[in-house]
């Protein structure tokens, strides 16, 4: 997920780091940028499998969604984006890394509230619309260790935590819209796809 409000400040942090010093983490943590499907890819409605294993496999792929989500830049990724169809979450809500979560097998247990977010998606660039959540939400899911463990979240991270279980699920938050305000959507998409053609 992206948010339009700290896309922005992101964005300017990305582009004022050095490009040598992007390059030395890339080399040194041996990860990988994954490619992301852009909507309205079939793929994005598989529903996800259940882990049933945390092995290393699996904590490689979380590594790579972790830093294909902090490069792009965004707050939150499910692993449905990077066509491996398993139920895996990764989300950052803050300004400087420091609430990184690592979600498997994500549940919500509870929620409550309601409340209407601008959001976008990674899957798809330059479209941002509000969709109506719950305020909070309580999470239950394994950690990059296979260990349970319960989270509550409110506000941005309730609303990126939805949007990422959504992912799972196989449906786009472009699915909220109205027929009119999608088809637009999908023009601009459409427009987006010619220019960098
Ligand atoms: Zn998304």
Known sequence: MQCQQCRASRYRRYT??????????????????????RFPDPRL?????????VDDALRALIDDMLQTMYE?????????????????????????????KVLIN??????????????GCLSVPTVFVEVQRAESVTVRALDRDGQPYEFSASGLEAVCVQHEIDHLDGKVFVDYLT???????????????????
Do not use: F, W
């Open 45 to 53: 409605r598989t529903v996800a499998k259940p882990v049933e294993q």
């Open 106 to 119: 994500p549940e919500i247990i509870a929620a409550s509230g309601s409340q209407l977010c601008k959001e």
């Open 16 to 37: 004022r780091r050095p490009a040598g010093a992007a390059r030395a983490s890339l080399c040194l943590t041996l990860m990988a940028l994954l490619p992301i499907l």
């Open 179 to 197: 027929p009119l305000k999608r088809e637009m959507a999908m023009k601009k998409l459409a427009k987006l796809a010619r220019a960098e053609s």
């Open 72 to 100: 792009e830049p965004g707050i939150g990724l499910a692993a449905t984006q990077v066509d491996r169809h398993v139920r895996v979450i990764v989300m950052d809500v803050s300004e400087d890394k420091s609430n990184r």
